[in-house]
């Protein structure tokens, strides 16, 4: 079972931030937090991940709350092609490789013109 | 673009059929791994491979069967499949052992089992 629970879908209009929100109540002192989106029919895309700090890149944003219990993904300015569903998952760090990905149901996130 | 590549992206074949299924990772990542994703189940893993040596095989049907000849290519081959192996076939690639270790996805191969 996921340790994450997302909305089932958002809607976003074009050129407006579209924020994404995730629960994760029971996340370990160790795990990350991780962004995928797959748009239909293709691989998952690696979007962003963080442990405790805000992060940023080149695709999006990432808050993390100060007691880690949920975070919000936010692309800044969507435009159609980030029309996907989003997948937000708990990933520990071993050292070792954490090996397998478990998407839950993710938010099918789609931006309207 | 992710840096992994598949090929085929789409493939049908019979049952009685023999195909391959590629992967190239030119990212210099040192895992491996096959997952599969059907319409009515989630992402499931199905091989890893960690410096060329597999580490896990989640019970997968023996009509599987994985190599990994070096670091930079995985196959999947693949022999009297069932309409039910029909689904999107994912290979993705991580630094073993780095923090924080992220999975890249290529674009997966479409496969249909007539």
């Known amino acids: 079972d996921a340790k994450t629970t997302q909305p089932p879908s958002m809607d976003c209009a074009e050129g407006r931030a579209a924020n994404l929100p995730c629960n994760h109540s029971t996340i370990s002192g160790n795990e990350y937090v991780y962004w995928y989106r797959q748009i239909h029919s293709q691989g998952p895309q690696y979007i962003i991940h963080?442990?405790?700090n805000n992060e940023t890149n080149e695709m999006a944003s990432l808050i993390i709350t100060e007691d880690r219990k949920s975070s919000t993904l936010i692309l800044p300015h969507a435009t159609l092609r980030d029309t996907a569903v989003y997948y937000c998952?708990?990933?520990?760090?071993?050292?070792?490789?954490?090996?397998?990905?478990?998407f839950g149901k993710g938010t099918k996130l789609s931006v309207i013109p | 673009e992710t840096g992994v590549t598949q090929t085929p992206r789409h493939l049908v074949m019979g049952m009685t059929n023999k195909k391959s299924l590629k992967c190239e990772q030119h990212l210099g990542h040192n895992a491996m791994y096959w997952y599969k994703q059907s319409a009515k189940k989630p992402l499931e893993l199905m091989f890893v491979?960690?410096?060329?040596?597999?580490?896990e095989n989640n019970s997968v049907p023996s009509r599987f069967s994985p190599e990994c000849p070096n670091s930079s290519h995985l196959f999947l081959h693949l022999h009297t499949l069932q309409p039910e192996d029909s689904a999107l076939y994912l290979c993705?690639?991580?630094?073993?052992?780095?923090?924080?270790?992220?999975?890249?996805f290529g674009p997966g191969t479409r496969l249909l089992v007539l």
């Open positions: 993705a690639s991580s630094q073993a052992g780095a923090k924080g270790e992220t999975q890249y």
């Open positions: 491979y960690s410096l060329e040596e597999r580490v």
């Open positions: 998952i708990l990933l520990p760090y071993s050292g070792a490789g954490s090996y397998q990905l478990t």
């Open positions: 963080g442990l405790k």
